[in-house]
């Protein structure tokens, strides 16, 4: 952990906080600027997460920490030691995650009918969708890369690999502009959008579950 980074422990693992990410919530939350809806995303995106971890723990697989950016988080495992039946488990316990989440927020705005609650199915049913693209810092990017190089030789995986991630990325934008545009283009959630864009497109980012 870098010490500029702030440590939390809970029981079960150890979470290394940004502080730019702190100050960047501090400022919306003082400023009047964080919603309802930023909030949303934070708590499906958690929610993603936690299917991962819950499919690493079931798997064994040690865990050592996750980071959290202002672009994104990272679970840092043991992971890519498992088999590769089990790997594809733990890549789409994300995406399975969301869709339970997307149900039962269903269920409860057909009582509702709130806007809060369909943004919340809507949410959840996107982060499903993104994280199936093809793009090598999702879960559908790491789907490829273990399917490509299980089935063809390494050179032609990562080819295939290599033009997967640029046409999902046209994709991916196009998702986030529709996102904006249902919320009026309300300014925390475009900070939220545009950070999470690129942490998607970041070169340098490590291959680990998000």
């Known amino acids: 952990m870098k010490n500029a980074e702030f440590l939390i422990k ?10 730019y ?21 934070i708590l499906c995106a958690l929610f993603h997460g936690l299917g991962h971890i819950s499919a690493m723990k079931l798997f064994k697989v040690k865990i050592y920490c996750v980071d959290l950016y202002l672009s994104g988080g990272i679970i ?14 733990v890549a789409f316990s994300g995406i399975f995650a969301n869709l ?3 149900l039962g927020a269903f269920v409860f705005h057909l009582f509702s009918r709130d806007i809060f609650s369909f943004f919340t199915v ?5 982060l499903a969708f993104l994280n199936l693209i093809p793009q090598k810092n ?7 890369f273990i399917l490509s190089h299980t089935l063809f030789e390494s050179e032609k ?10 046409i999902s990325s046209v994709l991916f934008i196009f998702a ?35």
């Open 176 to 210: 986030s502009a529709f996102a904006l545009c249902l919320t009026r283009f309300n300014f925390s959630l475009v900070i939220l959008c545009v950070c999470v864009i690129l942490s998607v497109f970041a070169e340098n980012q490590p291959s680990a579950f998000s």
């Open 76 to 89: 840092r495992s043991e992971s890519a030691l498992l088999p590769y039946k089990k790997e594809l488990a």
């Open 157 to 166: 995986a990562d080819g295939i690999c290599s033009a997967a991630f640029k």
């Open 122 to 126: 809507f949410c959840n049913l996107i």
């Open 21 to 41: 990410l702190l100050i960047t919530v501090f400022t919306l939350v003082i400023s009047g600027l964080f919603s309802v809806f930023t909030l949303i995303v």
């Open 10 to 19: 809970l029981p079960f693992i150890k979470v290394n906080i940004s502080p």
């Open 138 to 144: 999702l879960d559908g990017g790491r789907i490829l």
């Open 100 to 102: 339970v989440f997307a």
